[in-house]
């Protein structure tokens, strides 16, 4: 499905909008949950990567071998750890075909480290794999820290129900932090005693969890596009966003203080936020280090371009190996519309944008967070998402809300 978006007509933008609990935050409870039944969960997010990781821990599917895991690269980090401690059990892990060229090495190494047997069924170091649980009885392993935090939290996750815990030894520069302290944090939430000092994360074992139940965050990187669309606004343009809270485990919610460069203030309330464009952007040129929260860079240089901004993003190594390269994708997509920009292998570099071209097509390479991050820019120019359903990978609902706020779609033949 192409989605042609353009100006909307309605004049000033005042509205609520419900966004479904963040990715980051179910898809860690789902696998505590499966290690520790008495947990229950509310709102969770309703993305394709949390519908692939239930189906694969879902009793109907304990006895397939295959766990087919789509586009997922959370559900593929976190089930490969999972498994292998599951004693007696044989799983394939697979994916597509952007998924089977995602390395997934650096965990595999660890976790073999820890003795696992894990199998590559294909090109060494990437899915698809073949692993066959067993018991875990070693307590140490060490791991880069400057690689994808997604591997870390796989092993975190798994710590407290091994024999013996386990203490994990970071070497380098640890990237993406938050994401270690919000695993960390969930694990504290349900009784697991957890000490992260310098780089060294030590989890002890836990037999069992009282019963207790989980309410999740809604998604902070799911509201950057409404950061966005603030951001390209007028000014007094309003939207309310739930449920949001202002002690985040998300690293994400750096939003707040970043758009406050484009004149976007952000009211904390009970359980929402309201996003209010209260003044003119800022034309100094923005610059930001997201090595804690990569996943909003391409909204971040979509907005700057959008409002004619230079800026200067660092700390976007991780972008190369996400559903896309998303450094050289947005240099693609944003050239064609007339920015001058160059990247890095971790940076990105955008110069003042005087001009927008109208009607080009946005081409999405799979990856959700490329059709939503242009998305707002249907405020300033018309243009056509190709292949907008991508969208549903993390935010089923998000062309609905975007109708929600005024902007104007029409579906392509």
């Known amino acids: ?34 290690l520790f039944p008495s947990i229950t ?21 304990n006895a397939t071998e295959i766990a087919d895991i789509g586009h997922a690269g959370t559900a593929m980090r976190f089930l490969t750890a999972f498994f292998a401690t599951q004693e007696g059990v044989v799983k394939i892990l697979q994916g597509s075909e952007r998924m089977h060229n995602r390395p997934i090495k650096i965990l595999v190494d660890a976790l073999r480290d820890l003795d696992a047997d ?7 170091g990437y899915p698809p794999i073949k692993i066959t649980g067993k018991k875990i009885e070693k307590d140490t392993v060490t791991i880069d820290g400057n690689v994808s935090s997604q591997y870390i939290s796989a092993l975190m996750l798994i ?40 780089n060294s994360i030590k989890i002890n074992a836990l037999e069992t969890v009282s019963e207790q139940n989980i309410v999740v965050e809604s ?5 950057s596009y409404f950061y966005s669309i603030i ?33 976007v203030t952000t009211i904390f309330k009970e359980n929402t936020i309201v996003l209010t464009k209260h003044e003119k952007h800022s034309n100094a040129i923005l610059s930001e280090d997201l090595k804690n929260a990569p996943d909003i860079a391409q909204t971040i240089a979509v907005t700057c371009f959008g409002l004619g901004i230079a800026c200067d993003l660092t700390g976007l ?97």
């Not at 710590?159 to 070497?171: D, F, R, V």
């Not at 390269?325 to 110069?351: C, F, M, P, Q, Y």
């Not at 990856?367 to 190709?386: C, E, G, Q, S, Y």
């Open 1 to 34: 499905m192409n989605l042609e978006l353009s100006i909307p007509r309605k004049n000033k933008i005042n509205t609520e909008i419900i966004i479904s609990g963040s990715k980051s935050e179910s898809n860690r409870l789902l696998i505590l949950q499966q």
């Open 41 to 61: 969960i509310e709102n969770l997010s309703d993305s394709d990567d949390t519908h692939h990781l239930q189906d694969a821990l879902s009793k109907e599917n």
């Open 118 to 124: 894990i199998q590559y069924l294909d090109k060494e």
């Open 159 to 198: 710590a407290p129900s091994l024999k013996n815990g386990l203490t994990i030894e970071l070497n380098g520069t640890i990237t993406s932090v938050p994401y270690i302290k919000m695993t960390l944090s969930l694990l504290h939430k349900i009784g697991v005693v957890a000490i992260f000092e310098k």
């Open 219 to 223: 998604d902070w990187s799911s509201a």
């Open 231 to 263: 951001a390209l606004s007028e000014i007094g343009a309003s939207v309310t966003l739930s449920a949001y809270k202002k002690e985040s485990l998300q690293g994400d919610n750096c939003l707040a203080k970043i758009y406050k460069h484009f004149g």
């Open 317 to 413: 190594h991780t972008l190369k190996i996400k559903e896309t390269d998303r450094l050289e994708a947005l240099k693609n997509e944003l050239t064609k519309l007339g920015a001058n920009i160059s990247v890095t292998n971790n940076s990105l570099h955008l110069k003042v944008a005087n001009t927008i071209n109208r009607n080009i097509k946005i081409a999405t390479y799979n990856d959700h967070r490329m059709a939503m991050a242009f998305a707002p820019l249907a405020l300033k120019t018309t243009l056509v998402i190709l292949e907008a359903e991508v969208v549903s990978k993390s935010y089923r609902n998000f062309w609905q809300d975007m109708q929600q706020v005024g902007l104007e779609m029409i579906k392509e033949k």
